[in-house]
């Protein structure tokens, strides 16, 4: 029986779901591309004409005219982590053949997923991979599937999405580093959360509050920061932490740029790092190894993840790629924990 739904307002993902396959290979069937088998193919067709879809002409146009550029779409204000995600994906396109493309963009514009499907068909791209916390814009996943782009998200808060996805274990890493202060024999130790709007920010909260509660510490609330990943933001709740009344003795920011505002209000203070107070950060960027004290960190591969992206693309439209061995639709890499100069056991 026929669905009587307007057939405008069904999407690919009504379709995914009533075929039992991917939104991916939905795309591919609308854009007649290969690897595909007929079975399948026949199983999407009857599930678009039991629903009545009927695809946007322009959109199953777009696959035979693509380039080999893919775009970095981002919205981040720490540039230490968009330059360690352009260095891994233009790796990756000179392994593979492709162009990067840089496409800045405002995460909270109302008519952001217009921009970037325009621009996916201005540029002919072929392919995109989404940062946070533009990877969790709903309405612009539903566009870009509507359209049969390939796109990949790193580190997404929806890990439900059929999509393609590379992540850190964020909450894993998060509470390592707050245990390995903890073995120093920190007790206070404050927190400074990152941007609001990322999924990576509050897994990384997550991870310092099982470390507490798997150490019974209590977890208060006057020792954690909202921060926004910039390092203006870092010195602020640096200020405000180390102004309380009982201060911490170990400050675990939630990336790097963060954790260099709080060595920026230490340093302010007069405040010796790490005899008077250990601080750490997160990502391992180049800005780790430049300040001073040089600072522990958690390692996140954001070049790898970088490249790994790129790699699922390829993966995708060029399966038979020379070397390329066929990744995951969602790929967690491997973190590492890097002890420096700035944490040490707390003074007497």
Known sequence: MRNTRNSGSITVDDVAEDAGVSIKTVSRVLNHEPNVTEKT????VESMERLGYRPNPSA???ASKRTNI???VYDNPSDNYIVNLQR???DACGVYDYSLLLNPCDYRAPDLSAQIVQNVRQRALTGLILTPPVCDVAALVQALDEIGIDYVRLAPVDRKHNGLSVSCDDRSAARDM???LIGLGHRRIAFVIGHRDHGAAHERLKGYRDA?????LPVDTNLIGQGNHSFESGVECGRQLLARSQRPSAIFAGNDDMAAGVLYAAHAQGIDVPGELSVAGYDDTPLS???????TTVRQPIQGMAYAAIEQI????????PGLQQPSPCRTLEYELVVRDSTSAPSA
């Not at 193919?41 to 999407?44: C, Q």
């Not at 190894?289 to 600072?295: G, H």
């Not at 390829?314 to 790629?321: D, F, N």
């Open 88 to 90: 891994g994906a233009l």
């Open 212 to 216: 507490m509660k798997q150490s019974g």
């Open 314 to 321: 390829v993966a995708g439209q060029r399966p038979q790629h």
């Open 41 to 44: 193919r026949l199983k999407v």
């Open 70 to 72: 893919i775009a970095l």
């Open 60 to 62: 199953r146009g777009l």
């Open 289 to 295: 190894r430049q300040v001073w004290p040089s600072l």
């Open 178 to 180: 707050t245990l390995y």
